[in-house]
């Protein structure tokens, strides 16, 4: 197993926003949580990669476990550099005043693998020609589909083989929206990235993911294969509008 998270308790001060929950990640899948606003998604990347909002997110029970190693007392920046866990956040929190090949450069600074840099450099260019297009722009300039690829692009460039990303279809027209989802899947097939994926899209995110969980005020209460989610009476009246 990959990434097991085992009956999770978090706070905020003294609110719950994580009431015990478990989930699994084998490597090379693609798993989505979803759930409405306030469901505990978001909480539960930081709680993982404890790159915090203003407010830390505490765990007060349970564990998370890397290749079968807690990871609860690793340090940030060593969840990054050394286990290759990179979290593309929900809001993108890209350097504006920066370039878009600075930003990407940026996320390298932790980095072992130097020789690779090129290479992953390339790479992301390939996945995103509008990056390359606009590799010497300020990052404020670009359109907000274009910031939430240069996010993904950072992270991966991270040199993160497990990306955790936080609604990267927040703020995207239809048509983008399709178009960064077969970039992820790709992603995926070509490189072999595993990803957790909180999108409180659904329906899309069901479409890409092989497996999904459901969050409900800091509870999973559905979990299945994407197709046995999609087809279940309560998540299709809850969050797919039928």
Same mark, same amino acid.
């Given at each position: 197993?990959?990434?097991?998270?085992?009956?999770?308790?978090?706070?905020?001060?003294?609110?719950?926003?994580?009431?015990?929950?478990?989930?699994?990640?084998?490597?090379?899948?693609?798993?989505?949580?979803?759930?409405?606003?306030?469901?505990?998604?978001?909480?539960?990347?930081?709680?993982?990669?404890?790159?915090?909002?203003?407010?830390?997110?505490?765990?007060?029970?349970?564990?998370?476990?890397?290749?079968?190693?807690?990871?609860?007392?690793?340090?940030?920046?060593?969840? $990054?550099?050394?286990?290759?866990?990179?979290?593309?956040?929900?809001?993108?929190?890209?350097?504006?005043?920066?370039?878009?090949?600075?930003?990407?450069?940026?996320?390298?600074?932790?980095?072992?693998?130097?020789?690779?840099?090129?290479?992953?450099?390339?790479?992301?260019?390939?996945?995103?020609?509008?990056?390359?297009?606009?590799?010497?722009?300020?990052?404020?300039?670009?359109?907000?589909?274009?910031?939430?690829?240069?996010?993904?692009?950072?992270?991966?460039?991270?040199?993160?083989?497990?990306?955790?990303?936080?609604?990267?279809?927040?703020?995207?027209?239809?048509?983008?929206?399709?178009?960064?989802?077969?970039?992820?899947?790709?992603?995926?097939?070509?490189?072999?990235?595993?990803?957790?994926?909180?999108?409180?899209?659904?329906?899309?995110?069901?479409?890409?993911?092989?497996?999904?969980?459901?969050?409900?005020?800091?509870?999973?209460?559905?979990?299945?294969?994407?197709?046995?989610?999609?087809?279940?009476?309560? $998540?299709?009246?809850?969050?797919?509008?039928?």
């Amino acid at each position: 197993m990959l990434l097991s998270v085992q009956n999770l308790h978090v706070k905020y001060g003294n609110i719950e926003a994580l009431h015990g929950i478990s989930f699994d990640i084998e490597e090379g899948e693609i798993v989505t949580l979803i759930g409405a606003n306030g469901a505990g998604k978001s909480t539960t990347l930081h709680t993982i990669t404890r790159l915090p909002p203003p407010e830390a997110p505490r765990v007060t029970a349970g564990d998370i476990l890397f290749r079968g190693q807690s990871i609860l007392g690793v340090p940030p920046h060593k969840i $990054v550099s050394d286990l290759h866990i990179a979290l593309a956040p929900e809001g993108r929190h890209i350097f504006g005043n920066l370039t878009v090949r600075e930003n990407l450069q940026l996320a390298t600074y932790a980095r072992k693998d130097r020789a690779n840099v090129q290479k992953d450099l390339d790479r992301v260019f390939e996945l995103f020609p509008r990056l390359m297009e606009r590799q010497k722009q300020r990052s404020e300039s670009l359109s907000g589909g274009e910031q939430q690829m240069l996010a993904v692009g950072r992270a991966f460039m991270s040199g993160g083989r497990v990306l955790l990303l936080d609604e990267p279809s927040m703020g995207l027209a239809p048509l983008l929206m399709y178009e960064k989802f077969r970039t992820l899947k790709r992603l995926n097939q070509e490189e072999g990235i595993t990803i957790l994926l909180v999108e409180q899209n659904a329906r899309i995110a069901l479409q890409f993911a092989h497996r999904g969980y459901v969050l409900d005020t800091g509870e999973i209460v559905a979990a299945g294969t994407s197709a046995q989610l999609a087809a279940d009476p309560e $998540v299709k009246k809850a969050y797919l509008g039928g």
